[in-house]
């Protein structure tokens, strides 16, 4: 089964309607900051949805597909996608300033899973 390719289409679908759900129902119910918190959610997920697809293709390939690497790329971007962009979107909505400090284990999973994904890619 394509994992990865799943994943980045699911967080891809996501991605776009929860920034039409940001841009239509929330646009009057959220303050000016948490709006644009809500919109780097929504963009980093769609990034990092992207890097999915990516890999998902790339684990599918003869020249990359058996590299352990690559796998652990593709993890670590999924749980970063779920931890930054999850904990904003939280944050948006609830207003409770503590979730903003989960935020950054999320992006430390996205720098992991690119650095994996440039070691896969060096290994290749």
């Given at each position: ?8 289409a699911?967080n ?94 999320g ?6 899973g ?11």
């Amino acid at each position: 089964m394509p994992f990865f390719i799943i994943a980045g289409a699911v967080n891809a679908a996501l991605a776009v309607a929860l920034g039409a759900f940001g841009a239509h129902a929330l646009k009057e119910k959220l303050s000016e900051r948490y709006l644009a918190i809500w919109e780097t959610a929504v963009q980093y997920q769609m990034f990092h949805a992207l890097g999915l697809l990516v890999i998902g293709v790339l684990i599918g390939t003869a020249v990359l597909g058996a590299n352990a690497q690559l796998h652990w790329a593709g993890y670590l971007l999924l749980a970063g996608t779920i931890i930054f962009s999850g904990s904003l979107y939280a944050l948006s909505l609830s207003g409770i300033g503590v979730l903003g400090a989960i935020t950054p284990i999320g992006g430390v999973l996205f720098i992991a899973g690119w650095i994996m994904l440039i070691i896969a890619a060096v290994k290749g």
